[in-house]
T-cell receptor
């Protein structure tokens, strides 16, 4: 297992377009997290899944953002009608349930022009 | 919001111990404290975690106060490669801005 994989690594899109990112967690990790990070800030929690169930979603997340984790394996994060303020690094992490460490992917850097 | 607070930045001389503090006075009795670090342009990397007892691994030591209101991450012999942003978080996986540690020659 090579760790948490995110695709694409970089995405440039025009304002108003939809984008989708993919995260492949470490095999058998049942928890999966999505974060957004802008320059100089810590990762901002967006949502997390336990298996296929989305258990929590940040109240700061607008309805333009949606995440899925079908079958409890990989996850996708979609942003509809992108805005310049969506430009950021989007990070995914996975872990086992319980008091264990999370492993992060390298992130997807989104630039909205 | 994160349950932890940390100083914005710290400096440390190469070869000396780096002691990074974290306040977490609102965590519950069964919440673990985790430390991660992030080097520029990479995802955060796990360092260590603990509940009540002090912990040590090959990367660092974690000292948790008896009242569990604060903790200190210790890098015993800091190197230039330890320059990074260090985050202290609880079980809720909420990150604050962390501490930017700069190790100087």
């Amino acid at each position: 297992d090579t760790g948490v994989s995110q695709d694409p690594r970089h995405k440039i899109t025009k304002r108003g377009q939809n984008v989708t990112f993919r995260c492949d967690p470490i095999s058998e990790h049942n928890r999966l997290y999505w974060y957004r990070q802008t320059l100089g800030q810590g990762p901002e929690f967006l949502t997390y899944f336990q298996n296929e169930a989305q258990l929590e979603k940040s109240r700061l997340l607008s309805d333009r953002f949606s995440a899925e984790r079908p079958k409890g394996s990989f996850s996708t994060l979609e942003i509809q009608r992108t805005e310049q303020g969506d430009s950021a690094m989007y990070l995914c992490a996975s872990s086992f349930e319980g008091f264990t460490e999370a492993f992060f992917g390298q992130g997807t850097r989104l630039t909205v022009v | 919001d994160a349950k932890t607070t940390q100083p914005t930045s710290m400096d440390c001389a190469e070869g000396r111990a780096a002691n990074l503090p974290c306040n977490h006075s609102t965590i519950s009795g069964n919440e673990y404290v985790y430390w991660y670090r992030q080097i520029h342009s990479q995802g955060p990397q796990y360092i260590i975690h603990g509940l009540k007892n002090n912990e040590t691994n090959e990367m660092a030591s974690l000292i948790i106060t008896e009242d569990r209101k604060s903790s200190t991450l210790i890098l015993p012999h800091a190197t230039l490669r330890d320059t990074a942003v260090y985050y202290c978080i609880a079980d809720d996986m909420r990150f604050g801005a962390g501490t930017r540690l700069t190790v100087k020659p």
